[in-house]
């Protein structure tokens, strides 16, 4: 198997661009009101910060990668990489909307499909298989 990699959705990706982009004006707004007071200027320019980070992370690093031997896993910009070995699954759940992992290094993992392209949810599902046995709920 080559490595594979799946990205969060582009909808999604404007979403924080836009969001970016609200937060850059805001803090405009506050510059311009504040009019030399520095009262919460701090916060109004974490904001900016904090949604050109997220948009920045979440548009260049994928979200899932398959490996020969391992699946990556960084859902949210500030948490940590999930490395989970192919002999570590237990079961693999698929729902409409979700993908739950059991393993047996840590809680259940919880993969919304909604972050990824439609495309690509039905390749996530297949590659799944590949790595445990896969239970289709409600499908």
Known sequence: MDTKSFYLKSSSKSMYLAFLIIGVAGFIVTLTIANGEYANLSSSFALPIIMGGMF????KNPLLT???KHLEVKLA??????FLKKSDFKSVTVSKKK???ESSVRKPLKIHLSLFEETDQ???TSL???FAHVTYEGQ
């Open 56 to 59: 920045t992370a979440f548009s």
């Open 66 to 68: 398959f490996n020969e």
């Open 77 to 82: 910009p500030a948490a940590s990489r999930v």
């Open 99 to 101: 993908i739950i992992i």
């Open 122 to 124: 039905s390749k996530i």
């Open 128 to 130: 799944f298989e590949k």
